[in-house]
Antibody, heavy 124, light 111 residues
C-alpha cells in the first residue's frame, strides 16, 4: 500500500524558516513527480509546488515563489519543502501528494495518493 | 486564490440526489478534464473522480461527474450519511506555464 508520511511542521515566528519532509514507501518514488498541497484552517485546498521525478524541474504557486524551495532525494525516497520568509498566511496543513506522471505536466488522473499532512503555524 | 468556483454548501436528505457545480474558464475546465475530491473531517482528500467522469477505485457508483463547456458537476445520488464531507473540483490550468487548480470547495450536509 502506497504511504506518504509528512513531518517537520510546527510553530514558527513570522519571517522564520521550516523544512518539511515527506517519506514515501511502497512504490517507486523516483518514477513520479511529487507535490505539496496546503489547506489553511477552515479553508480550501491550494496547490503549492511540484517537482519532477528527477528533481530537475520545479513549479511554484505565485503565493510562495521566491520563498519556498521544493526538492527531493530519490535515494532516501523523500520529498522536501524548504520554507523561508514565513508569513501568517502560510499557516496551514501541508500535504504531500503523488502526481501521476514523471513530470508535472497535464494529466487527467489527479492526485490519487496523499499523506495525512503536517501542520505549520506561523505566529508570534 | 482559486479560479474554480463552487457553491459553499449543498444539502439533502438521505436517499436524495445532490449536485455540486464547478465553474471555470477556457484555460482550465474548458480545455482539460476535471477531477473531484472528497474530504471527510480531519482526513486527507480522497480522489473520487478522474478524467471528468471516471470513478476512482472503490468509489460507489452513486457518484458521477460531468462537464459542459467551462463548467463541471458532481452528482451524488442516493445520498447517505457518510457522504457528509467537503468536495473539491480540480483541473489543470494552462495559464502561467501550467499548474493544478482546486475549486473553492462545497460542504455537503446530510439532513
Amino acid at each position: 500500500e502506497v504511504q506518504l508520511l509528512e513531518s517537520g511542521g510546527g510553530l514558527v515566528q513570522p519571517g522564520g524558516s521550516l523544512r518539511l519532509s515527506c517519506v514515501a514507501s511502497e512504490f517507486t518514488f523516483s518514477s513520479y513527480a511529487m507535490s505539496w498541497v496546503r489547506q489553511a484552517p477552515g479553508k480550501g485546498l491550494e496547490w503549492v509546488s511540484s517537482v519532477s521525478s528527477t528533481g530537475v524541474t520545479t513549479r511554484y504557486a505565485d503565493s510562495v515563489k521566491g520563498r519556498f524551495t521544493i526538492s527531493r532525494d530519490n535515494s532516501r525516497n523523500t520529498l522536501y519543502l524548504q520554507m523561508t520568509g514565513l508569513r501568517a498566511e502560510d499557516t496551514a496543513l501541508y500535504f504531500c501528494a503523488r502526481w501521476s506522471l514523471r513530470d508535472f505536466h497535464y494529466d487527467s488522473s489527479g492526485y490519487l495518493f496523499w499523506g495525512q499532512g503536517t501542520l505549520v503555524t506561523v505566529s508570534s | 486564490q482559486s479560479v474554480l468556483t463552487q457553491p459553499p454548501s449543498a444539502s439533502g436528505t438521505p436517499g436524495q440526489r445532490v449536485t455540486i457545480s464547478c465553474s471555470g474558464t477556457s484555460s482550465n475546465i474548458g480545455t482539460y478534464p476535471v477531477n473531484w475530491y472528497q474530504q471527510l473531517p480531519g482526513t486527507a482528500p480522497r480522489l473520487l473522480i478522474y478524467n471528468t467522469n471516471h470513478r476512482a477505485s472503490g468509489v460507489p457508483d452513486r457518484f458521477s461527474g460531468s462537464r459542459s463547456g467551462t463548467s463541471a458537476s458532481l452528482a451524488v445520488s442516493g445520498l447517505q450519511s457518510e457522504d457528509e464531507a467537503d468536495y473539491y473540483c480540480a483541473a489543470w490550468d494552462d495559464s502561467l506555464n501550467g499548474f493544478y487548480v482546486f475549486g473553492t470547495g462545497t460542504k455537503v450536509t446530510v439532513l
